[in-house]
């Protein structure tokens, strides 16, 4: 019989998790969807091996353990969410944490210090599958639950291991939030295009495709940033004299460094 997985809150990351798995063909699953509101998923019911319940409840109804409980439900929600989670488990239950914020410990707290949870922070891309997510799992997981959490969020993007939890608050300061950041970026292009003389839409069409392009050249190419950087710029040309700008003292190197580390600090209160 087919693994289960168990996927409590079928959202935006959940919504783009489940197209993943089941566009994977190397993950041979049954899954199971527990979402009160599944207005938006009636596209599931073209696929034999995924069934859908509206609370925990119905699905432990079944009778039938998951292999793995992905939880991707808002942390303020994740508290009545996981109530009768141990409904669905048997004796190799693992389960995968996707919320922000929420650390082990909180889990293992309701679930039992024996419990296996793997702790992740994905990122806003991984709604077109390019993602990446940081995941962790405590050094006593069994390895067999790693590659399963590997290779299921694999389906929204890349997958980076890290070994020490409290990595997560910088890791969610940088990727997690990141996206934002880079969004930001765009739009202050966009307005000192503007500013600059261009017509808002032209303004706003290159700074888009200026940043998308940037970007896919970084995950094309070999070299780091600062080269590429480096190989576009000439000396007393155009881009210097804006990079004199953004490199200075006062530029986007230290107002980077404040927000990252406002982010990390604020990723630190929350999750105490
Ligand atoms: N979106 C991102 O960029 C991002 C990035 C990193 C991490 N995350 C994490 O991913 C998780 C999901 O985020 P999201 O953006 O996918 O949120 P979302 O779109 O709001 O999805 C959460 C889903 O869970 C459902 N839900 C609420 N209570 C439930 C319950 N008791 N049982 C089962 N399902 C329940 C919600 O239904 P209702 O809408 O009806 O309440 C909603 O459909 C969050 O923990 C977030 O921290 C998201």
Known sequence: ????????????????MLRGWLADDDLQADFAIVEPFHDHLGWTAAYDNVSRYDSIEACAAVGRAARIVVLAVKP???????????????????????????????F????????????????????????VTALYARSDAPDSMV?????????????????????????????????????LLAE?????????????AL?????????AGAGALIEDSDEPPSQLRIN???????????????????????LMRRAILAARDRSVELGS
């Not at 922070?121 to 390019?130: Q, R």
């Not at 590659?147 to 969610?172: K, P, W, Y």
């Not at 303004?203 to 940043?211: G, I, N, S, Y």
């Not at 576009?232 to 230290?254: E, N, Q, Y």
Request: proline content about 5%.
């Open 76 to 106: 303020q929600m994740m508290d009545k969410a996981i109530a009768g989670l141990g409904s669905l488990a048997g004796p190799d239950t693992g389960y995968l944490s996707i919320a922000a914020g929420i650390p082990t410990a909180w």
């Open 203 to 211: 303004a706003r069409q290159l700074a888009e495709a200026t940043v």
């Open 232 to 254: 576009v710029t000439s000396k007393g040309g155009t881009t210097a004299a804006a990079l004199a700008v953004l490199m200075d003292d006062d530029g986007l190197g230290p």
């Open 147 to 183: 590659a399963l959490a590997r290779q299921l969020l694999s389906a929204i993007g890349g997958v980076v291991m890290i070994d020490d939890e409290a990595l997560m608050d910088a890791v969610t300061a940088v990727s997690g939030s990141g996206p934002a950041y880079v969004f």
């Open 1 to 16: 019989m087919n693994p289960l997985i168990t996927l409590i809150g079928c959202g935006k990351m959940g919504s783009a």
């Open 188 to 200: 202050m292009m966009t307005s000192a295009g503007i500013e600059a003389g261009l017509p808002d």
């Open 108 to 131: 293992h707290d309701r679930l039992g210090d024996q419990a296996v949870v793997l702790r992740s922070m994905p990122n806003t891309p991984a709604a077109i599958g390019k993602g």
